[in-house]
């Protein structure tokens, strides 16, 4: 890629010729300026979208100029700062644990390996949970090959850490063992109490479900005629449906969340929040597999029938939540002034997602709020299935996430060109030799002499 300005074209010839001359390399310089009046700055605006070098972008610059020109390097890699890139984990980069072959180089790609030698910024916004986001970085960094920190990355619980200063005492269900427990303690909630406690606490809470000598070992010893529950959070998928169910239950059923106790109005206990809505999520078997919008459905419809037609209201995070995507636009500009000192939104985010009814029906509904374009791109490798009818209509439907990220930078690169071809001469008075009679006209190589006439 040639980043030397343009020279302007010193032509000898005809009238004609030097008229067509003058307005190439008029046409050249407002191609160079993005369509603005000409600048000496150099520029690739015919080749790449609105890039920076890594460092270009300070905190002086003004979030309106977040797309600005190519800004001319200095042994410094360029940055795309007029778009970026979001991405679903499970059926997408990921299936059962194992990376999607194309999501590795699909990374590849977005770090500077294409023919533009572009990096594009990106980070991850995923429904699953159950352990720190520091863990979920590692296990994604080994199966991608990539380095992935936490500043770009949110679970589904990330945002739950933004009412740890709202809840004392909280419930905390789902996950492995005590990775729960722990995720929430990072988050800032002071007193965590788990499903475990509770067992072990009154064995009877749980006919069907014994613990472990490991979990009997881990939970905490409490005196729950001293402790009042105010929040109940599911932070993953539950491993003991009917034992979590139970105590759910027992508990939005209680008097202001106190174990043991029951209302007579049942509506006194605590708010439940679950850390996303997906009822079907793809893993690794063939067929997609019960996530945690299926428990969430079943505690409320349980808690109707036992309650006599009581309604249950919870609360979901996640996608298709628009707090999600509200939170995941904050970690995108953090992350963009961080790393690449880009100190404003992008123009366009894309959207990568396998589920229609959380991640495309989530990047529409944003989008049509966002200050900037949210475009939903749909893959065939997760829960959707080829061939049938998304409940939630993406922008494009393509195969890999390979295809969705070569297809999001081809479209920046073809508005890029269609940008600097707007600017057009055509408005030019056109000037003939035969209309322009008492014109005098200079050419290096057959210059005559000026007449004048009385």
């Known amino acids: 890629m040639s980043l030397a300005p343009e020279q302007p074209t010193f032509h000898r010839g005809s009238f004609a010729e030097e008229i067509e001359t003058a307005r190439t390399d008029l046409t050249r310089k407002l191609l160079v300026s993005g369509g ?29 100029e977040a797309a600005s020109p190519i800004s001319p390097p200095i042994d410094e890699e360029l940055v795309a700062d007029s778009f970026a890139f979001a991405f679903d984990i499970d059926g ?26 572009i990096k594009i910024p990106y980070i991850f916004l995923t429904n699953g949970g159950g352990k720190t986001e520091a863990e979920r970085c590692g296990d994604l960094s080994r199966q991608l090959d990539v380095e992935i920190s936490p500043a770009q990355f949110i679970c589904g619980h990330t945002p739950m850490s933004e009412m740890a200063d709202r809840y004392n005492t909280v419930l905390v269900v789902g996950g492995e063992g005590e990775k729960c427990r722990t995720v929430a303690q990072g988050y800032g ?27 009997l070992h881990n939970s905490k010893e409490r005196d729950f005629s001293k402790v009042t529950i ?9 491993r003991d449906w009917a034992g979590d169910l139970q105590i759910i239950l027992d508990l939005a059923m209680s008097k202001g969340g106190r174990i043991g106790t029951l209302s007579e109005t049942f509506n006194e206990g605590p708010p439940i929040f679950f850390s996303h809505n997906d009822v079907v999520w793809s893993a690794a078997h063939d067929n997609v597999r019960l996530g945690m919008g299926a428990l969430r459905g079943i505690v409320e419809y349980t808690f109707k029938e036992v309650t006599k037609g009581k309604t249950l209201q919870t609360h979901a995070f996640g996608k298709p939540q628009i707090g999600t995507f509200e939170f995941a636009t904050r970690l995108l500009k953090r992350w963009r002034l961080n790393e690449h000192r880009l100190n404003a939104a992008p123009n366009t985010v894309y959207f990568v997602g396998d589920t229609p009814e959380s991640d495309i029906r989530g990047t529409n509904q944003y989008n049509e709020k966002a200050e900037n374009d949210w475009y939903s791109i749909l893959v065939k490798t997760g829960v959707y299935q080829d061939g049938t009818e998304p409940a939630y209509k993406p922008r494009v439907t393509v195969n890999t996430v390979l ?13 890029r060109t269609k940008k600097t071809q707007k600017p057009h001469l055509g408005v030019m008075p056109k000037l003939s030799l035969e209309e322009a009679q008492d014109l005098a006209v200079f050419s290096p190589e057959e210059e005559r002499p000026l007449e004048l006439t009385a």
Do not use: C, W
């Open 36 to 64: 603005e009046s000409p600048s000496p700055s150099p520029s690739d605006a015919e080749t790449a979208p609105s890039l920076s070098p890594a460092i270009s972008a300070t905190s002086s610059t003004p979030e309106s």
């Open 92 to 117: 997408v980069l990921v299936r059962g644990g194992r990376p999607i072959p194309e999501a590795i180089q699909a990374m590849k790609v977005l770090n500077g390996d294409n023919k533009y030698g």
């Open 189 to 215: 909630f002071k007193d965590v109490v788990t499903p475990g406690d509770i067992i072990k606490a009154n064995a009877a809470t749980t006919p069907f479900r014994k613990l472990t000598p490991e979990e």
């Open 230 to 238: 105010e929040a109940i959070f599911v932070f993953a998928d539950s």
């Open 403 to 415: 295809d969705a990220v070569n297809h999001g930078i081809e479209r920046e690169m073809e508005r």
